[in-house]
């Protein structure tokens, strides 16, 4: 099912999907193939193409993979975290916005376990003590690519979540995945599922002016 979005709603409205995930039905290996094909035609530095994509709709696989997600996340995110982290959101309506996320993120933790499908974005080689420019080109690279699958996912009706909380565990998640630890790293972990309901809309965010620069600083 394709929702035939202009490429300008792709962009405005792939969210993070936490609450909205479809954990019933199936994602089949032709849709998630017709996403990676065009993840691939991301740009990478120095045509390298040294990315690997790890996706599975295998219910065990994805069962597994979530557990150890949930447990990292329930052990990370205590009340006396979400309370210190609360406070340094500025206004009461960012305080708001801010729980809000954390609250679509308890969910996501709580059902991780049963999402249809899952994808992990990797670098071949591990970037432990690398210097900044060869970084910048391995995150970079994949970076895009795992975006454009996440674009793709949205025009096809399915809903993705970029998420590192699972690299608190990354060895047990490549063990699952029988990804080979010492030799490929692990950048995120995205759940896809279809979505209940098609219609989003763009995020809430700050004025332009508080970030966007033009002819310098």
Same mark, same amino acid.
């Given at each position: 099912?394709?929702?035939?979005?202009?490429?300008?709603e792709?962009?405005?409205?792939?969210?993070?999907?936490?609450?909205?995930?479809?954990?019933?039905?199936?994602?089949?290996?032709?849709?998630?193939?017709?996403?990676?094909?065009?993840?691939?035609? /991301?740009?990478?530095?120095?045509?390298?193409?040294?990315?690997?994509?790890?996706?599975?709709?295998?219910? #065990?696989?994805?069962?597994?993979?979530?557990?150890?997600?949930?447990?990292?996340?329930?052990?990370?995110?205590?009340?006396?975290?979400?309370?210190a982290?609360?406070?340094?959101?500025?206004?009461?309506?960012?305080?708001?916005?801010?729980?809000?996320?954390?609250?679509?993120?308890?969910?996501?933790?709580?059902?991780?376990?049963?999402?249809?499908?899952?994808?992990?974005?990797?670098?071949?080689?591990?970037?432990?003590?690398? #210097? /900044?420019?060869?970084?910048?080109?391995?995150?970079?690279?994949?970076?895009?690519?795992?975006?454009?699958?996440?674009?793709?996912?949205?025009?096809?009706?399915?809903?993705?979540?970029?998420?590192?909380?699972?690299?608190?565990?990354?060895?047990?998640?490549?063990?699952?995945?029988?990804?080979?630890?010492?030799?490929?790293?692990?950048?995120?972990?995205?759940?896809?599922?279809?979505?209940?309901?098609?219609e989003?809309?763009?995020?809430?965010?700050?004025?332009?002016?508080?970030?966007?620069h033009?002819?310098?600083?």
């Open positions: 099912m394709k929702l035939e979005l202009s490429a300008d792709v962009l405005a409205t792939t969210r993070s999907v936490r609450r909205r995930l479809d954990l019933e039905k199936e994602v089949g290996e032709d849709v998630l193939r017709d996403c990676l094909a065009l993840a691939l035609q /991301a740009p990478t530095g120095s045509l390298r193409q040294d990315w690997h994509f790890v996706v599975s709709n295998d219910r #065990d696989q994805c069962r597994e993979v979530g557990l150890i997600y949930q447990q990292v996340w329930t052990a990370m995110v205590t009340d006396e975290y979400l309370d982290s609360a406070g340094k959101q500025g206004s009461a309506g960012d305080q708001g916005s801010w729980l809000n996320m954390m609250g679509s993120a308890r969910h996501l933790a709580e059902t991780f376990p049963a999402v249809p499908a899952i994808f992990v974005p990797c670098i071949s080689g591990r970037l432990d003590g690398v #210097d /900044a420019m060869t970084q910048a080109v391995k995150w970079g690279s994949v970076i895009q690519a795992a975006w454009s699958f996440m674009l793709a996912a949205r025009n096809r009706g399915l809903g993705t979540c970029w998420t590192t909380v699972h690299l608190q565990r990354e060895e047990d998640v490549a063990e699952v995945l029988g990804i080979p630890y010492s030799e490929v790293q692990q950048v995120a972990l995205s759940p896809v599922a279809y979505t209940v309901g098609t989003f809309k763009a995020g809430r965010r700050k004025p332009e002016e508080s970030f966007v033009f002819n310098g600083w």
